[in-house]
């Protein structure tokens, strides 16, 4: 008679303290995972695209009407023509884009619940933060500098036709051109940290509209002693003056302005984690 022999006892193979730590939890792996999860969205791509496109197209269309009517009365602006702020005007939609753009990647996963995963992955919660802010800054900053550039010599090209163009070496115009680019990269820091502090896509969206458009309308309808005083501080208005171009003695200094801009940025970013840290998801 064949007896069933007695099964031998399976037993999982231990890993060892080095290999455990080989797949542990590092800033440069949560990068990677936010890097992969921005990179899938649809959304994440298309408002690239819109911001790219309103930073060329608004330039374009801008530069040529003004070409257009600076043979009958010099323009629109007149004595003040400014070379640089009609191929550069398309930064006002596209700070919009990616200032929403930063919401979404950050509120979105409020709203989707998908924050959970990402906290149970990370338990430590502000690597989550730290990624989402590297990655989408490296990324507004990679697409937004070069995109000013060539708006810049694609609106001087045209306006070149008229001879009311003005060359790169120009004092200035350097620092004014990248200059959208590094506003544009912080306003994408903005958006981040407002998603995460309001932690509602529609909520942080009219908060980010409301700090960068509202606030400055809002202060022209102060008393104008006030409003010299006051307008000059406000965030887009701080930041905007490293992209000025010529003596406006309302605006505070370039490097100055930016400095204060970055300043609002990082209070965003630290009540930001504050929040992240000691709020459930």
Known sequence: MITNPVAAPISSPRL???TLAG?????????SSEWRKMRTLRSFWVTLIIAIGAMIGIGVLISW????EFGHDRG????????????????HLAQLAIGVLGVLLMAGEYSSGSIRASLAAVPKRLPV???????????????MLPTTLVTFVIGQRILATKKINI???YPGVARSVIGVGLYLTVVAALGIALGAIVRNVAGAIATLVGVLLVLPIMALALPQTW???????LPSNAGQALMSFGSESTQLSPWRGFAVFCGYAVAAVIAAAMILKRRDA
């Open 227 to 233: 409003g010299d005083r006051i307008d000059k501080w």
């Open 16 to 18: 060892s303290d080095d």
């Open 167 to 169: 060359p790169w070496s």
């Open 23 to 31: 797949v542990g939890v590092t800033q440069l792996r949560v990068v």
């Open 76 to 91: 629109r602006h007149g004595d003040h023509f400014n070379p640089l702020a009609d191929p550069l005007a398309g930064f």
């Open 129 to 143: 933060l730290w990624a989402k802010l590297g990655v989408f800054m490296t990324v507004a900053a990679v697409t």
């Open 65 to 68: 009407s003004t070409v257009n």
